[in-house]
């Protein structure tokens, strides 16, 4: 008993005639024997898609299925698909998904069913302002675009492009190989399907020539690096079919205030060692629009060196507009290397008052607490913000 055909590619009998050509490629390339080198039954499974789709992609075929369903088609072998039939279908199947050239409007089999031009890829640098805010930047662009003098042709003007007669204008020959046929590009048009007999002077009949031209390309707020945009149409351009895609690769310079860690901002903020012993509200930089601002930092007496105090919402905005990340400051406390005489008497004064305190944790083993390791300190953006060290 055969399969439903409709049941082989997956569909229900509703489906349109787009959904039967999805359905095809997704079954054709799963079972296909390049894919499935050495495998019967895989090979059994191909040419079985390839036979329905024959039928479920001819109206008249199929209404003919629909009403009668096997039985209709006795007689006309196209149950299992005709080798060269399978082989049709499939170089128009890898065609579509695989060609990539460009050339004379509508010549070949591949350049007929060529669907847009081809993608450009750039890459562009942004400072992390730009990244962190947005901005718009005028990418310029170094890309083949269609001669002016033969219309994309190729063809001296007055002239035009040629069938092949080896490939007669299909721009590919095929062998055969056992019951399996192969496919190449055709040697004497080099896969166009076209000869040029007085190719134009301007592109020497390559049908394109090298141009530059400047894109306005606006980057979302939040951006970062080894992020992709894509602006539809810019790409290159091709005769008779919609110009391609640019794709825009982001790299954002290093800044030396700030380390970014996904939509938050670390930075190091140095202080004296009395504003960490004390405590203290200092200045520490942030970002803006416009660029380095500063904003009020907390700092909680007895907070210790590499401390971290976090500021929410001060940090860059997410991509996907949900607010701020943070802006994270690692403390560094700063040890002077000189010191005047009266900074020498007071801190020989401050030793005399501590250090017999720690000789005495000292002697008996005991440690002391922790230093504070430093908590969430919270401001509304450019205010001033306060917090409360872990432990204090």
Do not use: W
């Not at 801190?347 to 005991?366: K, N, S």
């Amino acid at each position: 008993m055969k399969r439903c055909f409709y049941e082989i590619l997956g569909l229900q009998r509703s489906a349109s005639t787009e959904e039967i050509r999805k359905a095809y490629k997704r079954e054709a390339l799963k079972y296909h024997p390049d894919r499935n080198p050495d495998d019967d039954a895989a090979e059994a499974k191909f040419k079985e898609v390839n036979g329905a789709y024959q039928v479920l992609s001819d109206e008249q075929k199929r209404t003919v299925y629909d009403q009668f369903g096997h039985s209709g088609l006795e007689g006309g072998a196209m149950g299992d698909g005709d080798v060269g039939d399978m082989f049709s279908q499939m170089q128009d199947l890898f065609s579509e998904m695989f060609s990539g050239g460009f050339g004379f409007g509508g010549a070949g089999r591949q350049r007929g069913r060529q669907r847009k031009g081809q993608d450009i890829q750039v890459q562009q640098r942004l400072t992390l302002v730009e990244a962190a805010f947005g901005c718009k930047r005028e990418v310029t662009i170094h890309a083949p675009a269609p001669c002016a003098d033969c219309d994309g042709t190729g063809a001296k003007s007055g002239t035009k492009p040629e069938p092949c007669a080896q490939c007669r204008g299909q721009g590919q020959v095929s062998s055969a190989r056992g019951f399996v046929m192969f496919t190449s590009p055709c040697p004497k048009c080099r896969g166009q399907g076209m000869v040029i007999k007085t190719p134009c002077k301007t592109c020497n009949g390559d049908a394109y020539v090298q141009r530059s031209r400047s894109v306005v390309v606006a980057f979302p707020a939040g951006i970062d690096s080894n992020q992709r945009l894509r602006v539809p149409g810019q790409g290159m351009a091709a005769p008779n079919v919609p110009s391609g895609d640019l794709y825009v690769d982001v790299d954002v310079e290093e800044n030396p205030r700030f380390e970014r860690d996904g939509a938050d901002l670390v930075t190091k903020v140095p202080v004296a060692f009395t504003e960490a012993a004390l405590g203290a509200t200092v200045k520490m930089p942030a970002l803006s629009p416009e660029g380095l601002v500063y904003t009020d930092l907390e700092i909680p007496p007895g907070t210790h060196a590499g401390a971290v105090l976090t500021l929410k919402n001060q940090g860059i905005p997410r991509l996907d507009g949900r607010g701020r990340g943070a802006l994270v400051a690692v403390i560094e406390v700063e040890v002077p290397h000189t010191l005047t005489a009266t900074a020498r008497t007071l801190l020989e004064q401050l030793d005399a008052e501590l250090r017999p305190h720690a000789e005495a944790r000292r002697d008996i083993g005991v440690v002391a607490p922790q230093a504070p390791q430093g908590g969430d300190a919270e401001a509304a953006p450019g205010g001033k913000a306060t917090g409360r060290a872990a432990g204090s």
